[in-house]
């Protein structure tokens, strides 16, 4: 097995310290989450954190699919797993996930405006999806640290910062 150098583990804008990231932030949010029913019928969006949510000024609020915090939690918590145990688990599953779906996509022959040549821009290809990667990863990091504070606040009755 490849052993990677100490460097790729300390650059903190490497692809693995944003998925560590993720990861860990995720991890923290189902260590501190004990009772994950307490979450249901539990709004998303606390009336002043909308704002909040979104770390980057230039980008419009996204909209939530999940009602509320449990489903985004179980959100969060199925896109962890994802990232840990791969395809695999999902092809035992049965299921397909959004990455099978997409390999299977450029698999199909293109026709009528589709790719000029298979393999063209593999290298602007991977860096348009290594940054679409980085911001989604990212913003779930965030996410996952705001359903985590909003629990402790909500249901652990940790006292509200007014400011």
Not at 12 to 28: D, G, P, Q, T, Y
Not at 135 to 140: D, F, G, P, T, Y
Request: glycine fraction near 6%.
């Amino acid at each position: 097995m490849m052993q990677l150098s100490n460097d790729t583990h300390c650059n903190k804008h490497s692809l693995l310290n944003v998925m560590n990231r993720f990861i860990a932030a995720a991890n923290n949010m189902d260590e501190t989450i004990m009772v994950p029913s307490l979450l249901r019928d539990v709004p998303l969006e606390d009336q002043g954190s909308q704002a909040s949510v979104s770390h980057n000024n230039n980008e419009p609020p996204f909209p939530s699919k999940q009602r509320d915090m449990y489903e985004h939690y179980l959100l969060l918590k199925s896109l962890k797993n994802d990232m840990e145990w791969g395809l695999l688990k999902r092809e035992m599953s049965g299921g397909a996930s959004f990455l099978e779906m997409a390999v299977k996509q450029e698999e199909l022959p293109q026709v009528n405006g589709g790719v000029a040549e298979e393999g063209s821009d593999l290298e602007g290809q991977f860096h348009y999806h290594l940054h679409g990667l980085f911001a989604v990863l990212s913003k779930l990091t965030v996410q996952a640290d705001h359903l985590t504070n909003r629990y402790k606040r909500e249901i652990g009755g940790e006292p509200r910062c007014f400011s």
